[in-house]
């Protein structure tokens, strides 16, 4: 993430949307039970909040800095350094895993492709992969990007995308931000 990107990310207004907008709108109706993974909490905003609903949780960032933050900021969470697209644990580890606003951070498709895989592993039986992403419209979303990676999950063939990794049930919302929910079969 470049330096503006970093700064916003750990400011007091992203903080507000997280609590009070994006995170409700991504576990509305989901039940996320005992063991949650979050993928790419950056410096633990979104970690912070989901400790609150999370009995047990578990955070993976790529960014040493970031990862230290998370883990300095939400000493409750279990904060692992590592790449999201090639996970670390064992097969059916997690009853949820949740990703917010991190996919677009992906170099491409294709790695987006195999973290959805990575995911669908490290699930449970009948466990939730839920999360949201940026569309990537407005200036505001290409200057706070300006020199990082954007690579943007169209809408239409998230849910394709989904069911080919192996999840079920995808339910995709499009509107100022793409929410979606998919379980791995029980």
């Not at 903080?15 to 907008?21: D, F, N, P, S």
């Not at 005992?34 to 633990?44: D, F, K, N, Q, Y």
């Not at 969470?77 to 991190?102: E, K």
């Amino acid at each position: 993430m470049n330096r503006f990107h970093r700064y916003y990310c750990a400011s007091p207004r992203w903080a507000r949307l997280v609590q009070t907008a994006l995170v409700p709108a991504v576990l509305e109706g989901t039940e996320l039970d005992r063991r949650v993974l979050e993928l790419g909490p950056g410096p633990g905003l979104t970690t912070e909040v989901l400790a609150g609903v999370a009995s047990e949780l578990t955070a993976i960032e790529i960014d040493p800095t970031l990862a230290r933050a998370t883990r300095n900021r939400v000493p409750a969470a279990h904060v692992v350094q590592g790449d999201a697209t090639r996970l670390p644990f064992a097969d059916a580890t997690f009853s949820a895993v949740v990703c917010l606003t991190m996919l677009h951070h992906l170099p491409g498709p294709e790695l987006q492709d195999r973290l959805f895989a990575e995911v669908h592993r490290v699930l449970g039986p009948g466990g939730v992969f839920c999360g949201s992403d940026s569309p990537g419209r407005g200036l505001r979303f290409r200057l706070i990007h300006l020199g990082d990676n954007k690579t943007v999950v169209d809408p239409a063939t998230l849910g394709a995308r989904l069911h080919t990794a192996g999840f079920e049930q995808a339910r995709i919302r499009a509107g100022s931000r793409i929410v979606f929910h998919a379980h791995r079969p029980r």
